[in-house]
């Protein structure tokens, strides 16, 4: 007997057992078909050096402020891959729902169609100088973030204690190369082994020279009314970065961005001809390093800073998410917290109204002066007429010829045959 109750408890047991776990599947299937499933939207990010890390903090961001929305990041360096990740999306039919790149890929991108107008909403957030780089007939296609200040850094510690001057003109440019020879400093900080860097000085030198006296010269040369090869002031401007080659380090060809900003940082050079993205290792570097940047010297002694807003945020106009995507890009704009920290992080400049870095960035004294007295000149004036991948290309044969493979007129022609090349 005592057998028998004990066999009829155990298969009690067993049925309850089961009982419970088939309940407990049922009710986990039922939280899951219960629970909301999250949207996913693709962001295509062509980043700036400085600007690998910023993606963290929009995503603590969004899954604060948008707990049912996630951002599915496929992110490149802006100045080597974006435009050809962005042109093969576009072939393909796959327009990200959101792309990161600077105020002069609206330009680019907008013939293409795949730009939606950023709704006016939100432009409340974004300073007014900024706006132009990022309209077309009236409407904006992006929304920038931040900028950059492009121009030539200086050891201001250096060059106090030499008792030299910055130099407006280039003959006073090359009278203080020869006294920093003299003196056995190396004049040029340099990283030629990228050849983004070829085209972003070139392209400096062509803002502050050619574009300053004319600022149509692009739509002029695709009109075939001036040429590379027939324009002195251009072939000034390649001469320019020969110059800045053969006045730095011997293994120039060699070291990359870091390698060149640790070196600046340390006083191993005078000058760095670069932009404000740079400073990010130099303050990891050398924390609070006295720094300053005046315009690379222009003939007439009158060179602007170079502005270039940088992070810019498009929507696609394919996207089967608009509302979703308009209230991301409302998170992003409107947090000032994320703005502080994003700027603090990257060392760049605010275009947020009322919103900057929490401590001012090693150059933003010369900034300032150079602003009040009006000399700042938006990088866009030459960027939307001879854009990116028309510079890179010709960077690419400059290189041949900085590296004695080929001649200057030979890349000079080489622009000139490819100048449908240098407009969308």
């Known amino acids: ?17 089961s009982s419970c776990t088939r309940s407990e599947k049922g009710a986990a299937r039922a939280s899951d078909e219960g629970s909301p499933r999250k949207l996913m939207l693709s962001v295509l990010a062509g980043q700036s050096t400085s600007d690998a890390g910023i993606e963290e903090m929009i995503n603590d961001l969004i899954s604060s402020k948008l707990p049912g929305v996630t951002l599915d990041w496929e992110r490149m360096d802006w100045g080597e891959k974006f435009q050809s990740q962005m042109q093969a999306k576009f072939a393909a039919g796959e327009v990200p729902d959101i792309m990161i790149g600077k105020a002069q890929d609206v330009a680019t991108y907008y013939p293409s169609g795949n730009l939606a107008p950023i709704p006016a909403a939100l432009m409340q957030y974004v300073r007014e100088p900024s706006l132009p780089a990022v309209t077309i ?24 204690k030499l008792r030299l001057g910055v130099p407006a003109t280039p003959g006073e440019l090359s009278t203080l190369v020869k006294s920093l020879k003299a003196r056995h400093v190396v004049p040029f900080a340099a990283h030629f082994e990228e050849s983004w860097y070829g085209g972003n000085i070139l392209m400096q030198f062509a803002i502050g020279s050619v574009f300053n006296s004319t600022p149509d010269w692009g739509d002029r040369f695709r009109a075939g009314k001036v040429s590379f090869s027939g324009s002195p002031a251009i072939q ?19 070291i990359d961005q870091t390698e060149c900003d640790e070196r600046f940082a340390r006083g191993d050079a005078a000058m ?3 932009g404000s993205w740079t400073l990010q290792n130099i303050d990891t570097e050398k924390p609070h390093v006295r720094v300053g940047i005046f315009p690379y010297p222009n003939e007439g002694g009158d060179a602007r800073l170079i502005f270039e807003p940088n992070m810019t945020f498009m929507k696609s106009s394919r996207t089967s998410h608009a509302d979703a995507v308009d209230q991301v890009l409302n998170a992003i704009f409107e947090s000032k917290d994320l703005a502080s920290e994003i700027f603090d992080f990257t060392k760049t400049s605010s275009l947020l109204k009322n919103v900057g870095p ?23 004036v030459g960027n939307r007429q001879l854009i990116w991948s028309f510079q890179e290309k010709v960077a690419s044969r400059m290189y041949d010829w900085l590296q004695g493979k080929s001649s200057l007129a030979a890349v000079l022609s080489f622009a000139d045959q490819n100048r449908p090349l240098s407009a969308p």
């Open 1 to 17: 007997m005592r057998t028998i109750l004990v066999g009829f408890s155990a298969l009690v047991l067993c049925l309850l057992l």
């Open 137 to 160: 007939n009236g409407t904006a296609f992006g929304i920038p973030y931040n900028a950059f200040y492009q121009g030539v850094f200086y050891n201001k510690d250096l060059f106090e």
């Open 236 to 254: 000034r401007c390649f001469a320019g970065v020969r110059e800045v080659l053969d006045d730095t380090w011997s293994d120039a060809l060699s």
């Open 272 to 274: 760095y001809v670069t």
């Open 358 to 380: 929490e401590v001012p960035l090693l150059i933003q004294s010369d900034i300032d002066g150079f602003l009040k007295a009006g000399r700042v000149v938006d990088a866009t």
